[in-house]
Nanobody
Framework: QVQLVESGGGLVQAGGSLRLSCAAS????????VGWFRRAPGKEREFVAG????????YYADSVKGRFTISRDNAKNTVYLQMTSLNVEDTAVYSC???????????????WGQGTQVTVSS
């Protein structure tokens, strides 16, 4: 019933910018923790950025701090990842993640999007 759909990936030159979007259907992001993870070739999935929906404050991995910005739009039920000053090392599949309540008096559950490819060329 809950589905996360990412968009905005593509090919960009080093130093360029790209904005990723993650839209949720089936349930509001309210009372959720939402963020982005990425998996580079030959590496394990790692945390990139996250945000608590109610508070709106962003949290970032050291490798992207100062370059990436996570934000949300409550009206559109969408979270964004604005990426600037992209490096070749940022090349990865980026996946949207949400930890949210799906029923009263139950623990939160996690959901993943299908992922979107970001390729940075030199």
């Amino acid at each position: 019933q809950v589905q996360l759909v990412e968009s905005g990936g593509g090919l960009v030159q080093a130093g360029g910018s790209l904005r990723l979007s993650c839209a949720a259907s089936g349930r509001s992001f309210s009372n959720s923790a939402v963020g982005w993870f990425r998996r580079a070739p030959g590496k394990e999935r790692e945390f990139v950025a996250g945000i608590y929906w109610s508070g709106g404050r962003g949290y970032y991995a050291d490798s992207v701090k100062g370059r990436f910005t996570i934000s949300r739009d409550n009206a559109k039920n969408t979270v964004y990842l604005q990426m600037t000053s992209l490096n070749v090392e940022d090349t990865a599949v980026y996946s949207c993640y949400a930890l949210m309540k799906v029923a009263p008096f139950s623990p939160p559950r996690d959901f993943w999007g299908q992922g979107t490819q970001v390729t940075v060329s030199s």
